[in-house]
């Protein structure tokens, strides 16, 4: 045979430059192959801890990021109306002094006046502080409308979350179960460890209303109504209790379970008892007296009673083995069967108890008691959006880790594992700061977690202190603060009014908002003077996005590729269960355009406001840029942004600034580890090994081992509060709420949302990001658009057939916030009230760099009209978010869905439309290559229509 | 050229793991980026109303109603099978779409292919797609530049896309081997070919989504009846189990 | 399969060409002078313009010349050889008519053999494609073979053209008829082209893509079934009976120039429907079919 001679030698680059990816929040290590000084390809980074070497489709189609047309190209300032579009280049000079001259007199009169917030932003531990300088109390980033509910439900009660910040232990767990697992976060690990659970035929269970990627690879679907998903899993637990099947010496050992709750009547009721040290503390069983909760040796009696006070776990087990809990109450409203919400909690305790694992590894807990090994129950949990945001989500994230604690898994061989800086106690956190000084900073960082009342943030009045209201009695848990919320109430003037806006990678006119439609007009909006309702916003994106139109001076910031960050323990690092890590990305490109790292260009509006820590000594700016900050920067003494490479080079976590720090991470991938001892892997929050370890790292200064928290004290206090105990007391319209919501133990309530199904909008719709886009970003990359350029409402059966609709029909969805007309598709795989649609496909026409008609702006469609950032006024002005946090409730949503057949729709676009935005300057090009002449020219000779399905 | 090989040596190809497969697309982009840079895959229309570009493999999705339980969702990763009775290599008038002796993989040779499109037509599976730019015709090459390249590391001598995909749902080896990897994949887990009715004999297996429902444990007996006995009584029966 | 007029051109232009140029060879008219030229040119031209069109499907036309190297198991390259070798083996025949060279009528015969079995090859290249059950029938050569039968007859006048035009309108009501169920015959579903027929009923819930691409374009063709009825038709009326029926009436040249238009425009019509109404298996896997 003669075969032709096949390249099998090709030479794929001239260079592999190690960076870190960020097509999403992922933080994955890629392998940059330039050639000739281009981005040739991107691959995973075989070594680095998060990807190991796989990588996502946006990963992969990073090359067609960076030279996506829609890449802003200089400083931006208005000069059409705002939300025209019309704008004019100017320099990087006259940005910065306009900027500097309206922040400037902001500070030195009224700091609250300047609100900074931040969207997919990876770098809060710098924009917090630079806002902390300021003096501003208003800056958040994006978790309000994106976790806050995982967060805070989870260190308020096992002191670490769900999301990246923990995982399942892949290589032992036997049972795996999803609560509403997002697939566009945390995605390559969870894809990593779903392939491992398959590898080994392990099992995977999937709670989820939308039955799609890893559900529907899951061994097991319960397609649950969204927003029940806390009583299914309280149901578990009544079942679970009903049989006795927990793990009493867990709960004895590493809970509150057995503190003493006070039973008197008055201001203490529900707190804990506490002895003349102001300790909690337990009964002995061994000797019935009472004991040190951290003593060793100590038995502790879960079921005390002393001098007529009960332990947590009394309470506990009081409240949900009340008939309420029981699988057939809960059955209809969950749409699940009692039998199959039985046979879920048999599963759980058969793997937990009948097939626990035991690891061969001595260790010694905080109290001095030794372990001959490490036992382990190996069923593991995982959850994100779909129970974090909806109203009742706080509290559903709060039951989720009970049902862990119950079965004794968190932390141990086989369960869920927290990834360092986690675990950590509420106790070695911050409380949130909040007091203005003109030309002062504050005195501490904005986020923190509340233990009382005493924490929120509010001005003598009672007013709130923060534009959004965070830390207010409306959501006093705000861990992340309400970026939803700071646009409307600066609109409203509700706390007060503001005079600058300034945003960084957040989408706020689009898909970023709650009632986008809305938005733009509040962006737009003048008072009776003639000036903007926000009279300055000043924005910083990379891209044309929508937002850019509706701001007053756009910041243009660099690529990923272009740019230093850290990834670091002082923000949200890459560490694994079993490793801290951190990690750097740096110009592996130089930018061609007058764009510049927006942390640089904060470092620099720092040093022109005279920012304290941002200017030296003899008034010159402290930091080059953003890379001289990293290696240079100190938190605390000897702890910086990144821990690795620190002092002679060799030190990690703690040591002083070494200037070769950077360069030696990019000798080693671009990141960097220190790994967990063996005997600290597991048990960490008692674990004294582990405790020793992360103090040497630098996570905390001493050892914080804690107790879990079955029983919430801070929340308690809060109800207190509502039941008129303690000097600030709520306002009279919120105290129902803070009672219901507060409650110490887990709860269920109805979602907020479902009060829209009386008036007529019974159907609960839903929005899922896709694995292969992110957020607002994939549209503009030529590869991931042709996977999904368009966006169907999924219909399950139940509607679909009711209403009798064909394929090509659209429907209009209304709610109390709204009305919309899209097309559709039907699901079987769905829950028979539920609807869907891929978020952020929808796109405003002329934003993006994408042609007008361009199918993302003419059939592509958001659900964000329908949903309203307020609840239903009754009197007061409340925001539609948890009653806890203050997490935007998104996934309360309820529609009405009625069929519009093709023929009625001829115009065939999504309703409504926006006017076209006009372009704003930018980069153009992109990697575009037309049809061949001949083939094209060929085509058009013979006119053939495309038959498109 | 066009006379498939007898045998061949090896036979090359992929298990795809319809089991484990999330559908994430992730190996859609890797054999975009990677082919981009190798053959070129041209985009056209990349930013309008009409994009279209090459692609070597795309993931479909299905739903599958089921007889007892409920609908199930399928995402299937579909591209080249490198059939040992390959039908777009006997079609091909210039000898450019052939099989390897060697290994099995299936190629065009870009240098004589005409672009006349009979191959694609030929192929039951919708492995080739012509390139409107270079008006020749693009598929899968099993990333023949990745498999034998020394000038990669030996441990990224795979394709593209069974080296990105996250879920390790994708496998690549010699199925002559009954040995290999994914040959005993095969064997134990019952993959199977797709449209066995149309003779092509492909190489490349399916690995079907295992059996789901709810699990067997027998069902929990309560402790007691709590109705009759309080919670007291639970207590008492629960603490002294310690 | 996407009806691309390159394809409808060239299968039927070479089709009536290479049908014409065979009753020529076999010396049906046995022509001379300028009657001989224009007649020749005429076959040579249909024949010539139908396999320039089928250029116009090539996205690289630039090798064109190795589609002669794979004859031994391609029906596209021993297509191209016997085109080649039937207008060049004719050529002198033509020449012999045109200038009464006297050239031995074997020579012809051969050559109008040869034109029959280009047009053989020709419909090869459609019947071998397994991958659609329509064409994949051994009808399909005899719908071809039966309209440059057809047609050649009634550019050369014989007699029982009328009569070679029914039987195409008998042909092409077989082809549909066993058409018609081909696909369903094939046995390919959405089930075996995914496997997933060990699971249940499988369909579509999402197109590996939003956008188009080459396959939706060439291979999957929806054509409304009142239209093709409709088409169908017209295909028969236009390619078999109105010809047949007007080659009954006296009109003489006339009478067949017009029959054989009107064929043509029947042929083409079937040839669009042809090719529209052939469904690719790998529709299958966007839905196209169950």
């Known amino acids: 045979m003669n075969q032709p001679r096949v390249e099998t030698q090709r030479e794929v680059s001239d260079e592999v430059r190690q960076t870190t990816c960020y097509m999403c929040a992922c933080r994955c290590g890629i392998n940059v192959h330039l050639k000739s000084g281009k981005v040739a390809y991107i691959e995973g980074n075989r070594d680095h801890p998060i990807n190991k070497g796989v990588l996502c489709a946006k990963g992969a189609s990073g090359i067609m990021q960076v030279t996506a047309p829609s890449r802003l190209k200089a400083p931006l300032r208005r000069v059409g109306p705002r939300g025209s579009g019309a704008f004019e280049e100017i320099s990087w000079e006259e940005a910065l002094s306009t900027a500097v001259s309206w922040m400037k007199p902001l500070r030195e009169t009224a700091p609250e006046r300047l609100a900074f917030f931040t969207g997919r932003d990876q770098s809060q531990s710098l924009t917090g502080w630079w806002a902390q300088n300021f003096g501003t109390p208003n800056y958040a980033a994006h978790g309000g409308f994106c976790s806050v509910n995982m967060a805070a439900g989870g260190i308020y009660t096992i002191g670490g979350a769900f999301w990246e910040f923990g995982q399942p232990d892949w290589e032992r767990t036997k049972l795996f179960v999803m609560f509403g697992v997002a697939e566009d976060h945390d995605s390559n690990p969870i894809k990593i460890g779903i392939g491992k659970l398959k590898a080994r035929g392990a099992r995977v269970i999937s709670v989820n209303p939308v039955r799609t990627g890893y559900s529907a690879v899951a061994d097991d679907w319960i397609g649950i109504t969204p927003g029940t998903d806390g009583l299914l899993i309280l149901s578990l637990i009544h079942c679970l209790l009903e049989a006795g099947k927990i793990d009493l010496d867990y709960l004895a050992q590493w809970t509150n379970a057995p503190l003493l709750l006070n039973e008197a009547e008055g201001p203490e009721k529900g707190l804990f008892v506490r002895n003349a040290e102001s300790q909690p503390f337990v009964i002995d069983r061994r000797t019935g007296h009472p004991a040190p909760w951290d003593g060793k040796g100590v038995e502790p009696d879960l079921g005390a009673e002393w001098q007529g006070h009960r332990t947590v776990f009394r309470h506990m087990v009081e409240e949900y083995l009340k008939p309420d809990y029981a699988p057939e109450a809960v059955a209809v409203r969950c749409g699940v069967t009692a039998e199959r919400i039985r046979q879920l909690a048999a599963e759980l305790a058969q793997v937990a108890f009948d097939q626990a694992i035991s690891l061969p590894r001595p260790w010694v807990d905080f109290r001095g008691n030794e372990h001959a090994d490490m036992p382990g129950r190996p069923v593991s949990f995982h959850a994100m959006r779909g129970i974090s945001a909806h109203s009742n989500g706080f509290q559903t994230a709060r039951a989720l880790h009970l049902l862990q604690i119950l079965l004794g898994s968190l932390e141990t061989p086989g369960g869920y594992r927290l990834k360092p800086p986690y675990p950590k106690p509420i106790e070695a956190h911050p409380t949130p700061h909040f007091v203005t000084t003109p030309g002062k900073p504050l005195t501490g960082p904005h986020l923190g977690y509340v233990r009382s009342p005493d924490d929120l943030c509010l001005l003598p009045d009672g007013s709130p202190a923060r534009i959004d209201k965070g830390f207010s009695w409306e959501n006093p848990f705000s861990a992340h603060g309400l970026m939803h919320m700071v646009i409307p109430n600066a609109h409203a003037g509700d706390p007060y009014k503001i005079d600058t806006l300034f945003l960084y990678m957040a989408n706020m006119s689009w898909n970023s908002s709650m009632n986008s439609a809305r938005v733009m007009e509040m962006l737009t909006e003048r008072g009776a003077d003639g000036e903007y309702l926000i009279p300055r916003i000043i924005y910083s994106d990379a891209y044309a996005s929508e937002m850019v139109a509706y701001a007053d001076l756009i910041l243009p910031d660099t690529t990923y590729l272009e740019r230093h960050d850290c990834i670091s323990l002082l923000d949200r690092p890459i560490s694994e269960p079993d490793a801290a890590g951190d990690a750097i990305r740096w110009p592996v490109l130089e930018p061609d355009r007058e764009v510049r790292c927006f942390q640089s260009v904060l470092l620099d509006l720092g040093a022109r406001l005279g920012l304290p820590g941002m200017v030296a000594e003899d008034g010159s700016p402290k930091y080059r840029d953003y890379a001289d900050y990293i290696v240079n920067h100190q938190r605390r003494p000897g702890v910086g942004p990144l821990m690795g490479f620190r002092g002679n080079g060799e030190a990690t976590g703690r040591g002083a600034p070494n200037p070769d720090q950077m360069q030696r991470y990019i000798e080693n991938g671009a990141f960097c580890q220190a790994h967990v001892p063996e005997d600290a892997a597991f048990y960490k929050s008692w674990n004294a090994a582990y405790q020793d370890w992360a103090v040497k790292l630098g996570l905390y200064e001493t050892p914080q081992p804690y107790l879990f928290n079955i029983w919430s004290e801070p929340m308690r206090r809060f109800q207190l509060a509502a039941e008129g105990f303690g000097p600030r007391q709520p306002p009279d319209h919120l105290r129902d709420r803070l009672r219901q919501a507060m409650h110490p133990l887990p709860v269920w309530y109805a979602p907020y949302g479902d009060e829209d199904a009386a008036f007529g909008y019974p159907v609960h719709a839903l929005t899922q990001r896709p694995m292969d886009m992110y957020h607002s970003w994939g549209s503009q990359n030529a590869w991931l658009r042709q996977i999904k350029g368009r966006n169907y409402l999924y219909l399950p059966s139940s509607i679909w057939e009711a209403q009798g609709f064909q394929p090509g029909d659209w429907a209009r969805v209304s709610s109390r916030a709204g009305t919309i007309v899209v097309p559709v598709a039907h699901m079987a795989a769905l829950n028979e009230n539920t609807v869907w649609t891929w978020n952020a496909i929808g796109k405003r026409k002329g934003a993006w760099a994408l042609d007008a008609d361009a199918p993302e702006a003419t059939t592509g469609f958001l659900l964000n009209h329908l949903i309203s950032e307020l609840l239903p006024e009754k009197g007061v002005r409340l925001s539609n978010s948890d009653p806890v946090t203050g997490q935007a409730a998104w996934f309360d949503q309820r529609v009405r869905v009625e069929r519009v057949v093709a023929a009625d729709h001829p115009r065939g676009t999504a309703e409504p439309g926006f006017p076209e935005l006009s372009d704003p300057p930018r980069a153009g090009g992109g990697r575009q290559n037309s049809s061949k002449n001949f083939a094209k020219s060929f085509r058009k000779l013979l006119g053939m229509a495309e038959a498109e399905r | ?242 | 399969m996407h009806p691309a007029a390159s394809v409808i051109l060239f299968s039927t232009l070479s089709g009536l060409g290479f049908g014409f140029l065979a009753f020529l060879g076999w010396g049906a008219l046995a022509p001379s002078g300028w009657a001989a030229f224009f007649l020749w040119a005429l076959g040579y031209g249909l024949a010539v313009t139908g396999l320039l069109a089928s250029t116009f499907h090539l996205g690289n036309p630039r090798n064109a010349l190795k589609a002669f190297t794979q004859w031994r198991t391609s029906w596209l390259s021993r297509e191209a050889w016997a085109s080649v070798v039937t207008l060049v083996l004719l050529a002198p025949v033509a020449l012999s008519g045109i200038f009464g060279l006297g050239l031995p009528r074997l020579v012809g015969q051969v050559g109008g053999a040869l034109a029959l079995g280009t047009v053989f090859t020709t419909a090869m290249i459609y019947t071998q494609i397994k991958a659609v059950p329509r064409w994949h029938h051994w009808l399909t050569p005899v719908m071809f073979l039966s309209f440059a039968v057809a047609g050649g007859a009634t550019l050369s006048g014989r007699l029982w053209a009328p009569l070679a035009l029914l039987s195409v309108g008998a042909v092409l009501l077989a082809v549909w008829r066993v058409g018609d169920g081909a696909f369903v015959r094939a046995g390919q579903t959405l089930g075996t082209a995914t496997g997933l027929d060990r699971l249940g009923l499988p369909s579509v819930l999402d197109p590996a893509h939003t956008a188009g691409n080459y396959l939706k374009r060439e291979m999957i063709f929806v054509v409304g079934r009142k239209h093709a009825a409709k088409l169908r038709k017209l295909a028969l009326l236009l390619a078999s009976a109105l010809p047949a029926l007007i080659l009954l009436l006296p009109l003489g040249v006339w009478g067949i120039a017009l029959a054989a238009a009107l064929h043509l425009a029947g042929a083409l019509a079937a040839r669009w429907l042809f090719f529209a109404e052939a469904e690719h298996v790998v529709g299958l896997y966007y839905g196209a079919r169950g």
């Open chain 2, 1 to 242: 050229m066009t006379a498939l090989p007898q045998a061949t040596e090896k036979r090359l190809g992929l298990v795809i793991d319809l089991d484990t497969c999330v559908g994430c697309q992730a190996c859609v982009t890797a054999c975009k980026g990677w082919n981009d840079g190798g053959i070129g895959l041209s985009d056209q229309d990349p930013y309008g109303a009409s994009p279209s570009g090459t692609f070597l493999n795309r993931v479909h999705s299905y739903q599958v109603a089921v007889p007892d339980g409920p609908a199930q969702v399928v995402t299937f990763p579909r591209s080249c099978l490198h059939c040992d009775n390959a039908p777009c290599v006997t079609v091909c008038p210039t000898g450019a779409s052939y099989k390897r002796a060697e290994d099995g993989i299936v190629l065009v040779n870009e240098d004589a292919c005409i672009g006349c499109g009979l191959c694609a037509w030929a192929c039951p599976y919708g492995a080739r797609e012509m390139d409107a730019a270079q008006g020749v015709m693009k598929k899968c090459t099993l990333c023949v530049d990745r498999i034998y390249n020394e000038t990669l590391p030996e441990v990224d001598r795979e394709p593209a896309c069974v080296r990105t995909c996250p879920t390790n749902a994708r496998h690549f080896g010699d199925f002559a081997d009954p040995e290999s990897h994914v040959s005993k994949l095969v064997a134990e887990r019952g993959g199977y070919d797709l449209m066995p009715g149309m003779g092509t004999q492909p190489t490349n297996k399916y690995l079907p989504p295992r059996a789901k429902g709810p699990g067997a444990a027998s069902p929990l007996a309560p402790l007691l009846d709590v109705k009759a006995t309080g919670i007291a009584g639970w207590l008492d029966r629960m603490l002294g189990k310690i």
